[in-house]
Antibody, heavy 121, light 113 residues
Framework: EVQLLESGGGLVQPGGSLRLSCAASGFTFSSYAMGWARQAPGKGLEWVSTISGSGGNTYYADSVKGRFTISRDNSKNTLSLQMSSLRAEDTAVYHC??????????????WGQGTTVTVSS | DIVMTQSPDSLAVSLGERATINCKSSRSVLYDSNNKNYLAWYQQNPGHPPKLLIY???TRESGVPDRFSGSGSGTDFTLTISSLQAEDVAVYYCQQYYSIPFTFGPGTKVDIK
């Protein structure tokens, strides 16, 4: 069974940093791109970032570019999102998702339950 | 950026009746070289992560009931639930994965009338 389990969320002050992780199982991790999407309280979905299966290509939403860094460790089947210079508007549930292609241009076919990030003083 | 819009914002349909959700992209998401529309539909129940229903605009994900169907091409797309069931109450999102950023529509809430 394909599973994604996020961790690392929490309460952080504005300007602070946080690192999210996503542990993947049940599929050949390196064969698929992976991504992050978020959902602010009571709002819709927002795509955040995607990384190709090899890790060689990364893509970001303008709202997080320069502040967030996506990475993956294919030896450990783990996806990460390093978030810095956090703002109140980054408050959301962050989902990791498997992308149905190696390059990144595909639907998000499996989603994790999500981890909550709250940016507040 | 490609802007995705959805209509209606919400709809209420009687059990067993048809529900239709529209999605429009500000630019075509049809890739000419492979004739594929880079468009997906997701279902999200409260407190749960999104679930992929349809990809390439009209291909049903494995395990998704056949009452869900997707259609359209270029800039105009439709998700149809042919016979609404109680478990279909949810918010439905379209998403384009044609170009970065991979934008989602604002969502359509489906309820029982």
């Amino acid at each position: 069974e394909v599973q994604l389990l996020e961790s690392g969320g929490g309460l952080v002050q504005p300007g602070g940093s946080l690192r999210l992780s996503c542990a993947a199982s049940g599929f050949t991790f390196s064969s698929y791109a992976m991504g992050w999407a978020r959902q602010a309280p009571g709002k819709g979905l927002e795509w955040v970032s995607t990384i190709s299966g090899s890790g060689g290509n990364t893509y970001y939403a303008d709202s997080v570019k320069g502040r967030f860094t996506i990475s993956r460790d294919n030896s450990k089947n783990t996806l990460s999102l390093q978030m810095s210079s956090l703002r109140a508007e980054d408050t959301a549930v962050y989902h990791c998702a498997k992308v149905a292609s190696p390059g990144g241009y595909g639907a998000m076919d499996v989603w994790g339950q999500g981890t909550t990030v709250t940016v507040s003083s | 950026d490609i802007v995705m819009t959805q209509s209606p914002d919400s709809l209420a349909v009687s059990l067993g009746e048809r529900a239709t959700i529209n999605c429009k992209s500000s630019r075509s998401v049809l890739y000419d070289s492979n004739n594929k529309n880079y468009l997906a539909w997701y279902q999200q129940n409260p407190g749960h992560p999104p679930k992929l229903l349809i990809y390439w605009a009209s291909t049903r994900e494995s395990g998704v009931p056949d009452r869900f169907s997707g259609s359209g091409s270029g800039t105009d797309f439709t998700l149809t639930i042919s016979s609404l069931q109680a478990e279909d109450v949810a918010v439905y999102y379209c998403q384009q994965y044609y170009s970065i950023p991979f934008t989602f529509g604002p969502g359509t809430k489906v309820d029982i009338k």
